[in-house]
């Protein structure tokens, strides 16, 4: 591991889920924002990373399933020793899980939706945090609009595994606090992504009447990752075009 940064060495972020979509949208605008960027999937990162590089900037791709804590946290180790240690964490690796009424909803899918968004939120910041601690540190995790309200056409697991995150972001600011880790989430309302295309959404119950931009999360993610979010921490970010308004 490595010591305290150096005032002029360039700060690295780690950015789950960032094959594509929000992940990716985040994982660029924070090279945008003059962080090196480690581009971590389960999938395959390589472009991402190309546009990444394509911009001048730096970044490397890791690939880990978030379920499998072993494997995240040598992923995250090895990109830790090569960024020179780590400063940002987001947590934006996610599964829909089918759409379905608690009634028919099996073991697998309840399994899979809980193992990817809410263990593996929490794998992946356990994986990080001894490098965060070295000086201080931003975790970020995306969750949901469904993890305030439910969720509107999402199944029963999955609202309940955002709001599962969203409760353990405000675990974490709690006890990390002390050693200068800074921890929130986003909960973003519906983003034209991979995840939503194809399923006939429609924005009607949206008051801004269109989905949110993958852009447009990677915006709020980028200033929690900033110096002017320096006295922010436990919160919640709803970023949802006023689908949920607490
Ligand atoms: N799109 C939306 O409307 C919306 C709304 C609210 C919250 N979210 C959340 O935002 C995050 C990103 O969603 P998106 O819309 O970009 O979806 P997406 O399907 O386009 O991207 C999800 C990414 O997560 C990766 N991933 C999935 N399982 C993984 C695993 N086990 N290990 C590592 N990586 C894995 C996928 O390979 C993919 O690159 C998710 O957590 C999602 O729940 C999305």
Known sequence: MTGPREQDQQTHAVVTGA???????????LADAGHAVTVLDVKDTAE????????????AGAQADVRDRDAVR?????ASERGGGLDVLVTCAG???????????????LDSVLGVNLAGT????????????RRGGRVVCVGSVAGRNG?????????????????????LAKT?????????AIAPGPIDTPMLQGRGYTADAVPLRRFGRAEEI????????????????????????????G
């Open 19 to 29: 094959a594509q979509g929000i992940g990716a949208a985040i994982a660029v605008g």
């Open 48 to 59: 991402t990373v190309r546009s990444i590089k394509a911009a001048g900037h730096s970044a």
């Open 74 to 78: 040598a992923a995250i180790d090895a």
């Open 95 to 109: 599964i829909y899980g089918a759409v379905t009424t608690i009634d028919e909803l099996t073991q697998a899918d």
């Open 122 to 133: 929490i794998w992946t910041v356990q994986a990080a945090l001894p490098h965060l601690r």
């Open 151 to 171: 969720g509107l056409l999402s199944g029963p697991h999955y609202g309940a595994s955002k709001g599962g995150v969203h409760a353990f972001v405000r675990w």
């Open 176 to 184: 990390e606090a002390g050693n200068g880790i800074l921890a929130n």
């Open 218 to 245: 990677a915006a709020v993610a980028v200033f929690l990752a900033s110096p002017g979010a320096s006295y922010i921490t436990g919160t919640v970010v709803d970023a949802n075009g006023g689908s949920f308004i």
